[in-house]
């Protein structure tokens, strides 16, 4: 069994930072891609953040050069540092792991349970 763990949400001013943590644990051989996705009311959850195993990171336009991916692999853990906050950013940020694990050959896509992240003055 995998547990994917977000930490770091709140609630924060336009223009502030937050630095999101998403720790993985259980059985796991191996992380593959490890991501962050964000999904705020009423619409769909769109990818926001994307880090290979070797740390090659990902961004669609929306937060290039606002925010940085990274990972600890060794913590199995990625972290999304979110710099220059506008109010469009507020969601709920859910981290998401492509993984195997010892009982499977096979590898699995994970979901945290995610954290609020609210931008308002």
């Known amino acids: 069994q995998v547990q994917l763990v977000e930490s770091g949400g709140g609630l924060v001013q336009p223009g502030g930072s937050l630095r999101l943590s998403c720790a993985a644990s259980?059985?796991?051989?191996?992380?593959?891609?490890m991501d962050w996705y964000r999904q705020a009311p009423g619409k769909q959850r769109e990818l926001v953040a994307s880090?290979?195993?070797?740390?090659?990171?990902n961004y669609p336009e929306s937060v290039k050069g606002r925010f940085t991916i990274s990972r600890d692999n060794a913590k199995n853990t990625v972290y999304l540092q979110m710099n220059s906050l506008k109010s469009e950013d507020t969601a709920v940020y859910y981290c998401?792991?492509?993984?195997?694990?010892?009982?499977?050959?096979?590898?699995?896509?994970?979901w945290g349970q995610g954290t609020q992240v609210t931008v308002s003055s």
């Open positions: 998401n792991a492509n993984l195997f694990i010892r009982q499977s050959l096979l590898p699995m896509t994970y």
């Open positions: 259980g059985s796991i051989v191996a992380i593959n891609v």
């Open positions: 880090i290979s195993s070797g740390g090659s990171a």
